[in-house]
């Protein structure tokens, strides 16, 4: 199964990609898309070795799961014969050292150190929400096992102190993780749900994840007016291309009919899918109604409101 990019990170590449570099939330915000993107493409790596499970086996992606308490999301979540294993994905280039003296993750990289959260504190504690979850829901107790799964091949893995909860057997690399997991039983050595159990907790998992929803512009404080508009050539990527007739035209003698599709995306997956006549001649440097109008019609779900004031409903699958 080919892993989708989540809105999160569809959001954080739109504005990298339209904020100004000399913007004060830039650095941050790049930060921010860098470390997601490590994320998923360390996850995406995962996958792939995924699909070696047995049949039975039931994998969930990108679980975010409310406790009672708190939301939490976990990388993978794996169901197979009797036992739930949740599954923490790092993606680090370097060295990396695990600290159990000081429940630390330390990396190592082109001469510099970095320290991070254990990622053991974090499974752990998702453990306990994910029993709290089965708990209120009526399931009987299932093994909770965990591991932390190092996705990048070439990252050179070190541990350090005194490994008491045993800790380091639940390190491994990518592409052993699936065939380990199939040499693992059931500590009760039976399955502890029924087959209706196992189907229960499928269909109310699918009904329960809630994906992040929020918006990068409120976390960071942009605003529409921070963001460099303009309809992007799909031959050089420069923005502004100018509209003429029934074209866009761009300085490098590209011509394009529906290169104003993208703008409408990236608007959407920022801004919400609403959006007005005037906000979007704004955006697309356009300064025909008529034109906007026609634009806006055709690549949108539906509008509502009075001729002044109406309102356009992206469509996603434009």
């Known amino acids: 199964m080919h892993r989708m990019k989540t809105d999160e990170l569809l959001q954080l590449e739109v504005c990298i990609e339209r904020l100004d570099p000399a913007s004060p939330s830039y650095s941050l915000i790049k930060q921010d898309f860098l470390r997601r993107t490590a994320g998923y493409v360390g996850e995406s790596t995962v996958?792939?070795?995924?699909?070696?499970?047995?049949?039975?086996a039931h994998s969930f992606q990108d679980l975010r799961l409310f406790d009672g308490i708190q939301h939490f999301q976990m990388d993978f979540l794996l169901l197979i014969d009797g036992t739930l294993t949740i599954v923490e994905v790092k993606n680090y280039k370097g060295k990396i050292i695990f600290d159990f003296n000081h429940q630390q993750l330390i990396r190592e990289l082109d001469g510099r150190e970095d320290i991070f959260p254990d990622p053991f504190i974090q499974v752990e504690h998702h453990t306990v929400q994910l029993s709290r979850w089965l708990s209120e829901r009526g399931f009987p107790l299932i093994p909770i096992q965990f591991f932390v799964v190092i996705s990048n091949p070439q990252t050179l893995i070190e541990t350090r102190g005194h490994d008491s909860l045993s800790y380091k057997k639940r390190i491994m690399r990518a592409r052993r993780f699936p065939h380990l997991l199939q040499s693992l039983k059931n500590p009760n050595d039976s399955p502890a749900w029924t087959d209706d159990d196992r189907d229960t907790f499928i269909r109310i998992v699918a009904n329960e994840n809630s994906p992040y929803n929020g918006s990068v512009m409120k976390k960071y404080g942009i605003m529409l007016n921070d963001l460099q508009w303009g309809v992007?050539?799909?031959?050089?990527?420069?923005?502004?291309?100018?509209?003429?007739?029934?074209?866009?035209?761009?300085?490098?003698?590209?011509?394009?009919?529906?290169?104003?599709?993208?703008?409408?995306?990236?608007?959407?997956?920022?801004?919400?899918?609403?959006?007005?006549?005037?906000?979007?001649?704004?955006?697309?440097?356009?300064?025909?109604?008529?034109?906007?109008?026609?634009?806006?019609?055709?690549?949108?779900?539906?509008?509502?409101?009075?001729?002044?004031?109406?309102?356009?409903?992206?469509?996603?699958?434009?």
């Open 232 to 318: 992007e050539c799909p031959a050089c990527s420069k923005s502004g291309m100018k509209r003429r007739r029934d074209h866009w035209h761009c300085e490098c003698g590209r011509k394009s009919d529906d290169a104003h599709k993208k703008l409408l995306m990236d608007y959407a997956l920022l801004l919400g899918p609403e959006i007005t006549n005037a906000t979007f001649r704004q955006i697309a440097f356009i300064d025909s109604e008529y034109i906007a109008r026609k634009l806006l019609t055709e690549n949108c779900r539906f509008n509502f409101g009075n001729t002044k004031n109406r309102r356009y409903y992206i469509n996603m699958d434009i």
């Open 47 to 56: 996958d792939r070795y995924l699909q070696y499970l047995p049949p039975h």
